[in-house]
């Protein structure tokens, strides 16, 4: 049993202890009470009894309870009524004080019902379920099913973040709240409301194993990089020098595109990642994702470099591309159909113009030396998930030429794939070291298709998935209503904090949280006041839960944070200041 959980049984057995002294005091003044006014109604007058002196009386009735007046000193037991009438007395005393007691509480919980003070609130998760749900202690009593190494290790020397991740502290019963690794989540959370500085920064620093992020802003590399790189390599693909960062990721879209069943799945991830405008009922998607699909299967096996691959799609002439394929057929390296598919539609100009507008955006030249690294260079995403790694992801949408959204969701998706399948080769189904991508900004920088279904199923592989929205109505513009719906529905956690401004993103979210007895748990105008600093959470079957959270500069290890900051931001501004960066590079910064 951990210390929180020892503190908690204390506590409850602490509350018992008081319950029982009061109602013990209480009972005992009524003994004395009703003594006292059997005197007065037999007219003996009031009894020569100090208020005082009620335990001891009470203690000696209890002792004696047959005989009421041997418990009084002698002098006061003289000026005491009957027998009888004490007893009526003493039980009608009783019957009041009940009523007393039931009619309070009774009107305090009318007073919660209707009250302005959320803290008291009914609806919320009381302790136990807390404790059961949401604790240190549940974590870890999931540690050997989704972290089976632990299995070989004492369960007292298991921590609480090797397992799992902490999101904050219950306002109402003080425990800190913990999600498990196999918990999938979405944080919903305004501009400037602390997503980064309560959740992605943590989250990244906490991550037990390997960690992709993804960002528009330089903020969480910035903040975390010198830490996690005490525990492995950190890698980031910035084609634009926006991190100034040494160890770059280099991945190549022909990667693994030997297997149709890949050049399939990255052709389809371009074209919707691209938000291609289909037209005319799809009649030319067809052809664009065969173009693609032919081309990568093309570049792969014929052992050439992507470059070569855009300067087939600039030209627009597939010539050497169905050369390599034809070859291919006869030497059983290429896909059966591929060469007369290629030779179908390449004769097609639409379909060449609309591959050329989804291929647009690995037109800028930092994108594609990035994504053209020499053959047998790319970047080895196994061996990163073998150990304590990071990767990340900086970049923005640009309206002018596309941005790198496309390239970062295509590489995620082939991560995703690729980490669900390394899971079920090892014997247990999961991943350990368990995986973490923290996707903030999801709509803007890795919009994917599937991931609301992976949202569904990557716990199960030991792979935790955190979203980060600004608001439900990205969600919806990305994935529709009922994707967004889905994705909601199939992340175990839901936090939402304040500051949203749309009316009915705000009632979406009220009404999501909750309501007792027809209102709502967190009324949509105290979830768009909420305070810096907390949040709503609901997790599984447990009721919603408010909680303090806990920006990085707070956390134990603030020092060594602010410590790796600074060298960041030192090799940031000497980078700048010596012109080394990119250029061409759009301003991270910019547009925010």
Not at 96 to 113: D, K, M
Not at 353 to 376: A, K, R, W, Y
């Amino acid at each position: 049993m951990s210390s929180g959980d020892d503190d908690d049984v204390y506590a409850f057995l602490f509350g018992i202890g008081v319950i029982v002294v009061l109602l013990g005091g209480v009972f005992s003044f009524l003994i004395w009470l009703a003594g006292q006014l059997s005197g007065l109604l037999a007219g003996k007058g009031w009894p020569d009894s100090d208020p005082l002196d009620f335990p001891e009386i009470a203690f000696n009735f209890i002792r004696n309870p047959g005989d009421p007046h041997a418990a009084w000193p002698p002098a006061a037991a003289a000026a005491m009524g009957a027998g009888p009438l004490f007893f009526f007395l003493l039980i009608l005393l009783f019957v009041l004080a009940s009523v007393g007691v039931y009619a309070g509480v009774r009107l305090f919980l009318n007073f919660r019902r209707h009250r302005p003070v959320r803290r008291l609130r009914l609806g919320f998760a009381s302790g136990w379920e807390v404790r059961k749900l949401l604790s240190a202690r549940t974590v870890l009593s999931k540690a050997q099913q989704v972290r089976p190494s632990t299995a070989n290790r004492p369960a007292s020397e298991v921590k609480p973040e090797e397992v799992g991740f902490y999101l904050g502290r219950d306002i109402r019963s003080r425990r800190k709240l913990y999600a498990s690794i196999e918990d999938t989540a979405i944080i919903v959370a305004a501009p400037r409301q602390g997503k980064d500085v309560h959740f992605v920064t943590p989250f990244t620093i906490d991550a037990p194993g390997p960690c992709i992020v993804t960002s528009t802003r330089r903020e969480t590399f910035v903040n975390t990089a010198m830490v996690r790189a005490q525990y492995g390599e950190v890698y980031v693909f910035d084609p634009f020098n926006w991190t100034g960062w040494p160890n770059r990721m280099r991945w190549s879209p022909l990667q693994g595109c030997e297997d149709p069943n890949v050049c399939a799945v990255r052709s389809a991830t371009l074209v919707q990642s691209s938000h291609f405008q289909i037209g005319e009922e799809g009649t030319y998607l067809t052809g664009v994702l065969t173009i693609i699909r032919c081309l990568l299967h093309a570049g792969a096996i014929g052992k050439v470099n992507f470059r070569e691959v855009m300067r087939w799609v600039y030209e627009a002439n597939g010539d050497e591309a169905l050369d390599i394929l034809r070859q291919g057929e006869r030497d059983g390296t290429a896909a059966p159909g591929y060469a007369s598919q290629f030779e179908f539609v390449r004769k097609d100009e639409r379909s060449w113009t609309n591959t050329i507008q989804i291929m647009h955006c690995f037109s800028h030249p930092n994108v594609l030396e990035d994504c053209s690294p020499p053959l047998g260079e790319e970047f080895d995403f196994i061996n990163f998930l073998k150990g304590r790694n990071t990767l990340y992801f900086v970049g923005k949408q640009q309206p002018d030429w596309g941005g790198i959204a496309p390239v970062v969701t295509t590489i995620i998706e082939q991560y995703f794939r690729s980490a669900r399948g390394t899971a079920m080769k090892n014997p247990t189904g999961r991943l350990d070291p368990p995986l973490t991508f923290e996707l903030n900004q999801a709509t803007d920088i890795c919009p994917i298709g599937g991931l609301p279904v992976y949202m569904g199923e990557s716990g199960g592989y030991s792979i935790s998935v955190h979203v980060y929205l600004t608001s439900l109505a990205d969600a919806r513009a990305r994935w529709g209503s009922d994707g967004a719906a889905r994705l909601w529905e199939n992340s175990s956690i839901k936090i939402v904090s304040g500051g949203a401004g749309s009316t009915k993103d705000l009632d979406d979210l009220s009404g999501l949280i909750g309501k007792e007895n027809g209102r709502h748990i967190i009324s949509p105008e105290e979830l768009r006041t909420m305070p810096f600093g907390r949040a709503a959470v609901v997790a599984g079957t447990a009721r919603p839960v408010e909680m303090w959270l806990t920006p990085w500069w707070k956390r134990k290890d603030a020092d060594t944070v602010a410590q790796g900051k600074r060298i960041v931001e030192e090799k940031i501004a000497k980078q700048t200041a010596g012109g080394s960066a990119a250029t061409a590079a759009p301003d991270p910064t910019a547009a925010e």
